[in-house]
């Protein structure tokens, strides 16, 4: 017993302090490096728009953080229907991962787009088809995150997560086609060529880049979390069994 | 034949000196009508060098010494969402640096549970070892 449980414990904990790689490195310092290039294209090449003025710098931040939240949401998406096609932990953490930092670019994209809206409609929230659409998905992927945190670590609750993840990835393609199919007011600029300035080009699509490059450190550093805490749940069990631990661990 | 056309050409001669001499008198008014036109723009691009480098004095001259308020009444429309960019850009900051503390937070609370698991090895070893 106390050769498996060093052994265990040394392996794991191993996994709970292990050093970062380079690739997290390049990733860390790509992030930061792209997210000063964006506040200075944004703020000092970009031109101020014409109609709206200075609050459509939000956009540089706004739609980059939804693409983002998109991404994630769609890996979640693969992901999960991987683990349940064949169970592996690490996809299991890759798809934990991804939610939770997709929720937070969700966070991001749906509390500064109702800053912009004020500005540019006169109200914070309309029930357009793509903002309810996106409401639901961003509620989906926290009621998933809700799940796999407080729904314990058994095999049924990561499969049921995972059944809810895949379930969401229709609506990431209902939130992308929602304008066109229901006519709704958000703005497309982005794809119909609506970036009429080099400069506002350049500073969304480094906007773009650096909230994928900070949701990639993100999702790193969360994974590693959830590798250590799936180690120690799985240790303080067996000792548990053991009667080397009492229950209210 | 020769002497009508000597006189002719006498005549004409003086006829040509004439308008000649018209011709410079023409060229001469309009030249001066040129020069004085040079003089005026002249005059007038000293002038307004002289005023811009004046005011210029003035404006460094004022920079060290007050301040104004600057009038932005034109560009109210562009500046009035100011609260709400900046109020977006707290945002997505403040939620990256909680998002941060919550993983670092969580992270500790696995480095302290990992401690424990440790703690109670070592005390099952150790009466294992007492047993013994």
Same mark, same amino acid.
């Given at each position: 017993m106390k050769t498996i449980a060093f052994t265990k414990l040394n392996e794991k904990g191993t996994v709970a302090t292990r050093q970062r790689p380079p690739a997290y490195w390049a990733a860390f310092g790509a992030a930061a490096l792209l997210s000063l290039l964006t506040l200075g294209w944004a703020f000092f090449l970009a031109p101020v728009e014409? %109609?709206? !003025?200075?609050?459509?710098?939000i956009f540089y931040f706004h739609v980059p953080g939804a693409i983002a939240m998109q991404l994630l949401f769609v890996l979640c998406g693969i992901v999960s229907f991987m683990y349940l096609l064949r169970p592996r932990a690490v996809l299991d953490r890759l798809a934990v991962s991804t939610a939770e930092v997709g929720v937070l670019m969700g966070f991001f994209a749906l509390t500064t787009g109702p800053l912009w809206a004020r500005k540019a &409609? !006169?109200?914070? &929230?309309? &029930?357009?088809p793509r903002l309810t659409l996106t409401l639901v998905l961003a509620f989906m992927f926290v009621a998933y995150t809700a799940l796999r945190n407080f729904g314990g670590n058994d095999e049924l609750t990561k499969r049921i997560a995972a059944g809810l993840a895949v379930a969401g990835i229709p609506a990431i393609y209902l939130v992308r086609v929602a304008v066109t199919w229901w006519? !709704? %007011?958000h703005p497309r600029v982005v794809w119909s060529g609506g970036l009429t300035d080099p400069n506002m080009r350049i500073a969304f699509w480094l906007g773009v880049a650096s909230f994928v490059a900070i949701a990639v450190v993100l999702v790193w550093e969360r994974m590693h979390l959830e590798s250590a805490r799936v180690a120690v749940d799985e240790l303080a069990l067996e000792l548990m069994e053991r009667d080397l631990l009492e229950d209210d661990f | 034949m020769v002497y009508l056309h000597e006189a002719d050409h006498h005549e004409n001669g003086s006829a040509h000196a004439k308008c000649m001499a018209s011709r410079d008198r023409g060229h001469q008014t309009s030249l001066r009508t040129i020069m004085r036109l040079l003089a005026v723009v002249s005059f007038a691009l000293v002038l307004c060098t002289a005023t811009a480098a004046s005011a210029q004095e003035d404006e460094a001259a004022r920079v060290g010494t007050e301040f104004q308020a600057a009038d932005l009444s034109k560009h109210k429309e562009e500046l009035s969402g100011i609260p709400f960019m900046v109020g977006a850009y707290m945002i997505i900051w403040s939620g990256l640096f909680a998002y941060l503390y919550s993983m670092q937070k969580r992270t500790r609370h696995v480095s302290s549970q990992l401690a424990e698991l440790k703690d109670a090895i070592a005390a099952h070893d150790e009466a294992q070892r007492g047993d013994s």
């Open positions: 014409a %109609t709206m !003025g200075i609050v459509q710098k &409609w !006169g109200h914070f &929230w309309e &029930w357009e006519r !709704g %007011t | -």
